[in-house]
């Protein structure tokens, strides 16, 4: 990034406008929004084989007309908070790389810090409430449990910690772009794909379907990038 002097011209809305013009230009130095969610659509993809793979451990006790259930997904939990905890350290790496190659600031850290505080707070709540609301079988979660497990879930988590990298850079595309992950995440679309395949598999369609949006925009926003850089 060049270092270009603010002409005196005595006009202070000209000279107001040339801020605003030098500070917008900061920002988009700033911005390697194609770098984060690349790096989290690897980590979404990678959970795949051990959901699959990964050992489920259960407690169910029989109850009248069904059974009450504590589920663990014991290899999913070490992966998610061990791949997350790596990936914002990637990404924040990445960010600073690219912010003194560019000779700017970086806003990066306090994403990162709100990516992991979320994915921890996640894991929290989800061992909470599994303790004092156990799955009821036959019967299904209510509403809001759905809908705090999708949002307070890694994926969900993601989604939570692009909106402050959206606030820190001013940035409306990205924040456009959360709001539909976030859509897809909360409002699972799976067009009926993997709903019986079991405990193992019937997680993998959401997963592609998340890792995509993120690969997808990961390319969008990479190649706006390009289209803006001066030839």
């Not at 270092?3 to 000279?15: A, E």
Request: charged share 15%.
């Amino acid at each position: 990034m060049t270092t270009d002097s603010v002409p005196d011209s005595g006009d202070p809305r000209r000279l107001l406008a040339d801020l605003r013009h030098l500070a917008q230009r900061v920002r988009l130095a700033q911005r390697v929004t194609w770098l984060p969610l690349l790096v989290l659509a690897l980590v979404t993809f990678g959970a795949i084989p051990v959901y699959r793979f990964g050992r489920v451990v259960s407690d169910c006790q029989p109850v009248d007309g069904g059974q009450v259930c504590k589920v663990w997904f014991q290899a999913v939990t070490f992966y998610w908070l061990a791949a997350l905890v790596l990936a914002y350290v990637v990404i924040a790496g990445g960010y600073l790389r690219v912010a003194r190659a560019r000779g700017v600031d970086a806003r990066v850290l306090p994403y990162a810090v709100a990516g992991v505080a979320l994915v921890a707070l996640g894991f929290a709540f989800a061992a909470v409430w599994v303790r004092l609301n156990p799955l009821t079988y036959p019967e299904e979660p209510s509403a809001l449990a759905q809908f705090l497990s999708r949002l307070l879930d890694p994926p969900g988590a993601i989604g939570l910690a692009l909106l402050v990298l959206a606030w820190l850079e001013r940035h409306v595309a990205l924040l456009l772009f959360t709001l539909g992950y976030l859509t897809v995440v909360l409002v699972p679309i799976t067009f009926g794909w993997g709903a019986h395949w079991g405990p193992h598999t019937w997680f993998i369609p959401q997963l592609v379907i998340n890792g995509g949006a993120l690969l997808l925009g990961s390319a969008g926003f990479a190649l706006a990038q390009r289209l803006r850089r001066p030839r």
